[in-house]
């Protein structure tokens, strides 16, 4: 089971002009909304984070078992404005029933901007993790579980051990999610979260008019069990708990059932890195090139539109990278990148990057 806590920094309305001279490390107060930042932090931590941090402490002692993935930005305001939820937060990562997990610091789309600085980033983040919370980082995540090639190798070189992923079928090349995945011929573990059993508890849980609604927890740790693979991964906002599902929905009383439940129905749980472990990635999948999400449908036009779209982006990321790398190593100019076209999921005719290397042409990879 994995939760991530992101609180962003929300934009001041109607925006302030920026005096010139303004020192850059000023100009957070022109552009952020502070006060209605706090508002939201104060209120979710009264509804969601206190009592969930408890009740997770609670549950850890019972043999309890997850992973929790935390953005800087929620970190900086929580030393700001709510000191007793960070040391919530910390009393709870201090069991060895959980499992620290690195996200995009900022829960920003950089990773698709600057694949460099990236990396940076999130080795930063890493650092940043493991001396707020004492204990090694090797799982990672990013921005709305988002997943490509390009980002695949930059993990991978940043020394991380497994990542997570959505799981949809067309992501997985049509495989189920219930398996430990890598990119092939590659170390980085690939851990798919269940689309279907997350949203189950995360979107629909208390929807009336959900057909499965009352959801109980000996139905949903059926459902786990009866799952064909190897694991089953869960994952969710942590918000889920007390926020996107108030107190009166029975979210709590739900999950401090479903631990009983589980061992009732012999189902294991695992923290994530004892899942890559034990399970070990046999199974291969093709990342894609622009990158999937648990957002939207699970590609990138929630984000950036269509596939042409998409494809401009990319196009200018990798761009931007040949810039950066020639300018690195001090040639005038990167090696020649000429565009190839070809198709992609749905017909649609797109461009594919081909580095000139000598006289042949060579696939670009990280």
């Known amino acids: 089971m994995y939760t991530v806590v992101h609180q962003p920094r929300r934009l001041r309305l109607p925006a302030k002009v920026i005096p010139s001279g303004t020192p850059p490390d000023d100009f957070a107060s022109f552009v952020f909304d502070e006060a209605m930042d706090r508002r939201y932090f104060e209120k979710v931590a009264q509804y969601a984070y206190l009592p969930s941090t408890e009740m997770f402490r609670d549950l850890t002692k019972r043999g309890w078992r997850m992973s929790i993935g935390f953005s800087n930005s929620f970190l900086v305001q929580a030393e700001q404005w709510g000191k ?3 040391d919530s937060f910390q009393r709870l990562c201090a069991s060895p029933n959980v499992e620290v997990v690195c996200v995009e610091p900022y829960h920003s789309w950089l990773l698709y901007v600057d694949i460099v600085e990236f990396k940076e980033s999130m080795l930063w983040a890493r650092r940043r993790l493991e001396d ?20 695949y190798f930059a993990l991978q070189q940043c020394g991380f051990r497994g990542a997570f992923m959505e799981g949809r079928a067309w992501q997985l090349a049509w495989q189920d999610s219930t398996h430990v995945f890598r990119h092939p011929g590659h170390n980085l573990a690939l851990l798919a979260r269940h689309h279907d059993l997350s949203d189950d508890v995360g979107y629909r849980f208390s929807n009336s008019s959900w057909s499965m609604w009352p959801l109980t ?8 069990r009866d799952c064909w693979g190897d694991l089953v991964t869960l994952g969710w906002d942590f918000e889920t708990f007390g926020e996107h599902h108030r ?6 009383g739900f999950v401090r059932a479903l631990n009983g439940q589980l061992k009732k129905q012999k189902v294991r749980m695992m923290l994530p890195s004892e899942a890559i472990a034990q399970l070990e990635p046999r199974y291969e999948i093709p990342v894609s090139e622009y990158g999937t999400t648990w957002a939207g449908e699970g590609g990138m036009e929630f984000f950036l539109g269509n596939s042409a779209q998409q494809g401009q982006a990319h196009r200018r990321s990798q761009a931007h990278r040949d810039r950066t790398v020639a300018a690195a190593v001090g040639q005038p100019s990167p090696h020649p990148v000429v565009w190839q076209v070809g198709t992609c999921r749905g017909g649609e005719r797109v461009l594919h990057p081909r580095r000139v290397v000598g006289a042949r042409l060579a696939r670009h990879h990280p």
């Open 217 to 224: 927890p000996d139905r949903y740790a059926g459902w786990v």
């Open 132 to 151: 707020v919370f004492q204990k090694p980082v090797t799982m990672t995540d990013t921005t709305e579980m988002f997943m490509s090639n390009d980002v």
């Open 247 to 252: 107190h009166d929905t029975g979210i709590f």
């Open 84 to 86: 007793k939820v960070l």
